[in-house]
């Protein structure tokens, strides 16, 4: 079964400083892996996917992840953290339609 | 519309008691999800439409969850004789077309309590 794991539950950062969210995926084919975030009491928003196209996929706010396959893993990075970054994030892979979700890891920006 | 719609926000409900929760999908999107999102975890699928056709319900917890989406449209999620357990953020999602590689789209939620 498709699964992924996140890495920290909690990562906290200064601002302007790198953001590295890890998430490791665990299949035996190529899979579909995608990013969202979600603010208090709001739904997920897609920050990005990964469909075999290209290994590096930039996506929204300056977010972008690299698709690594022999260390199965898709981690997220952003250069330059803002205020506006803390939220949680959650790493999820498509499984027959259904998404499947990491545990999450909730971003903390230091000002 | 543009985004998900789902309806109520929140809704509290004394146990024992039916509730039914809306969501009102991107125009246009064939594709359904419902997701349960327990307090401090990532949301854990419930069950999947494409058109009317609910295509796969395993995540359905008991015999108490029903999903229905009569008009491959809106879409009404029903828990019968609620429990405290059933106290999570529903979720629902849409998208364009089913298919692994396909973007789904999130409402809000509705944040459910059962006193």
């Known amino acids: 079964a498709q699964s992924v794991t996140q890495l920290g539950s909690h990562v906290s950062v200064s601002e302007g400083a790198l953001v590295l969210l890890r998430c490791n995926y665990s299949?035996?084919?190529?899979?579909?892996l995608f990013w969202y975030v979600q603010y208090p009491n709001q739904g997920l928003q897609l920050l990005l996917k990964y469909t075999s196209a290209a290994t590096l996929v930039k996506g929204i706010n300056g977010f972008e992840a690299e698709f690594k396959k022999s260390e199965t893993s898709f981690h997220l990075t952003k250069p330059s953290a803002h205020m506006s970054d803390a939220a949680e994030y959650f790493c999820?892979?498509?499984?027959?339609?259904?998404?499947?979700f990491g545990e999450g890891t909730q971003l903390t920006v230091n000002p | 519309g543009a985004g998900v719609s789902q309806s109520p926000r929140y809704k509290v409900a004394k146990r024992g008691q039916d509730v039914a929760l809306r969501c009102d999908p991107i125009?246009?999107?064939?594709?359904l999800f419902w997701y349960q999102q327990a307090l401090g975890q990532g949301p854990e699928f419930l069950t999947y439409?494409?058109?009317?056709?609910?295509?796969?319900k395993s995540g359905l917890p008991s015999d108490r969850f029903f999903a229905e989406r009569p008009e491959g449209s809106v879409s009404t999620l029903k828990i019968q004789r609620t429990q405290q357990e059933d106290s999570a953020v529903y979720l629902c999602?849409?998208?364009?077309?089913?298919?692994?590689?396909?973007?789904?789209?999130f409402g809000d939620g509705t944040r459910l309590s059962i006193l």
């Open positions: 299949s035996s084919v190529p899979p579909y």
């Open positions: 999820a892979v498509n499984r027959g339609s259904r998404l499947t």
């Open positions: 439409f494409q058109n009317e056709a609910q295509l796969d």
């Open positions: 125009s246009g999107h064939v594709s």
């Open positions: 999602a849409s998208s364009r077309q089913g298919g692994s590689n396909q973007p789904q789209h």
